[in-house]
C-alpha cells in the first residue's frame, strides 16, 4: 500500500507556481523590449515628419503669396530724343508687393532683350532702372490698386522698331509686353 501525505500535490502546485512566474516574466520583458522599439521607432520617425511637415507648410505659404500676387503692364512710353523708356505697371493682385527693388526687368528690342540691374541713384551708369510708385498713398510701398512707373535707362538711344518688356517679381509672378516706337 501507498501512503500518499500530499507531498505529490505540492509538488505538483510548485511546478504550476514556476510556470506562472516564467510566463510572467517573459510577458513583462517581451513589454519593455515592445516600449523600447516604439521609442526608438518614434525617436527615428518624429524628426523626418518634422521636417516634412515644415516643407509642406513653408511651400504653401509661398504658393498662397504667388496666388495673392499679380502685376499688369498697362502702358509703355519713351522719349523721341532720349535713352529713356518708362513702363507703368499695376498691383492687381489681393496684397502689397514688397522688394519691388528685387524685381528683374528685361528690355530690349526683339530678340535683343537684355537684364537690366536695379539702380536708384540719378547719376548711375547705364543701363539701368528705378522706379516710382505713382499713386503712392505715403506708407512707400507697392499695395493694391497703386501704378509702379518704371524708368529704364538705356546705355544706346532708343531706334525706331519693335520692343519687349517682361518684369519678374521676386516671387516670380511675372508681365510681359510687346510695344513700338
Not at 25 to 36: K, L, P, W
Not at 149 to 175: E, Q
Amino acid at each position: 500500500m501507498y501512503w500518499d501525505l500530499g507531498f505529490s500535490r505540492r509538488y505538483k502546485y510548485r511546478n504550476e507556481d514556476v510556470k506562472m512566474s516564467e510566463t510572467a516574466i517573459t510577458t513583462a520583458i517581451i513589454t519593455i523590449a515592445c516600449v523600447i522599439c516604439a521609442g526608438m521607432l518614434i525617436s527615428a520617425i518624429y524628426p523626418a515628419m518634422h521636417r516634412a511637415t515644415s516643407s509642406v507648410i513653408s511651400t504653401s505659404e509661398k504658393l498662397g503669396e504667388r496666388i495673392e500676387t499679380s502685376i499688369d503692364i498697362i502702358a509703355e512710353a519713351t522719349n523721341d530724343t532720349s535713352q529713356h523708356a518708362y513702363i507703368w505697371v499695376k498691383n492687381i493682385g489681393a496684397s502689397e508687393i514688397p522688394q519691388v527693388e528685387n524685381s528683374d526687368v528685361f528690355f530690349g528690342k526683339i530678340n535683343e532683350f537684355q537684364r537690366i540691374p536695379f539702380n536708384s541713384s540719378p547719376s548711375a551708369p547705364a543701363p539701368c532702372w528705378s522706379y516710382v510708385i505713382e499713386n503712392d498713398d505715403g506708407n512707400q510701398r507697392w499695395d493694391v490698386g497703386e501704378t509702379l512707373k518704371i524708368t529704364i535707362n538705356s546705355s544706346t538711344p532708343l531706334t525706331s522698331g519693335n520692343y519687349y518688356v517682361k518684369i519678374i517679381l521676386y516671387n516670380g509672378v511675372s508681365a510681359e509686353d510687346k510695344f513700338s516706337i
